[in-house]
Every structure is written in structure tokens, then in C-alpha cells.
């Protein structure tokens, strides 16, 4: 049995295009809010991957900014930041599922 799964845009690494059209931020946002998700990659909240940039943008992980932009105030703060849950992709994903539809397709169907 073969398993077909088709992603939904959450679930790859956005532009900062892609991430204003499915969050309504304004690209202003989302920019002024990477360096301070670049700074809590410093700090170990979220690994290197959170951030893929190159010359041609950066691109962002939809379950970092989400968490960034909800904890954003707390985490700049040295004494309410030790009060942030960890980041935890899963929990955010059970509110923002990552697949759209799952397909499955039999072998023999696919040989006939």
C-alpha cells in the first residue's frame, strides 16, 4: 500500500509573502519579528531550522512565528520569560493541523 500526503502550506517554511497571507500580519511584521526569533535560536527555544535564510529571503517556520508571536512580549522580558512553556510544534499543530488530506492508494491499483 502506497500513502499519498498532501501538505498544507503550514507545514513547509514560508516566505515572509506566504506567512503574511495565511497570519493577516503585514510583511512589515513578520520582518521586524526575525531578529528576535533569530535571538531565541541563540538562546535554544528553537533549533537552527527554524530559519532557513539565503539570498533570496529568508523563510520561516509557521509553527515558530506562531509561538514567537504569542510569547514575543515575555520572552523580551528577562523575568517572564522563565514563565514561557517550552515551544511544543505538536500542541500548536492539534489548533493548526499540518496536512490537508491524507490519500491512500492501494498497490494493485496503481499496476493495473
Do not use: W
Not at 507545514?11 to 506566504?18: A, D, E, N, W
Not at 533570496?56 to 509561538?67: A, E, L, M, S, W
Not at 510569547?71 to 512553556?85: D, I, Q, S
Amino acid at each position: 500500500m502506497l500513502t499519498a500526503v498532501k501538505m498544507a502550506l503550514g507545514s513547509y517554511p514560508l516566505t515572509v509573502k506566504q506567512l503574511s497571507e495565511l497570519t493577516g500580519d503585514s510583511t512589515a511584521t513578520i520582518r521586524h519579528r526575525i531578529p528576535g526569533i533569530r535571538e531565541q535560536i541563540k538562546k535554544g527555544r528553537y533549533n537552527e531550522y527554524a530559519l532557513i535564510e539565503a539570498k533570496k529571503g529568508t523563510r520561516i517556520n509557521f509553527y515558530v512565528y506562531y509561538d514567537y508571536d504569542k510569547f514575543r512580549e515575555a520572552l523580551g522580558n528577562r523575568n517572564t520569560c522563565k514563565a514561557v512553556p517550552p515551544f511544543d510544534p505538536e500542541r500548536i499543530a492539534q489548533i493548526c493541523p499540518v496536512t490537508q488530506e491524507v490519500v491512500f492508494v492501494d498497490s494493485e491499483e496503481v499496476s493495473a
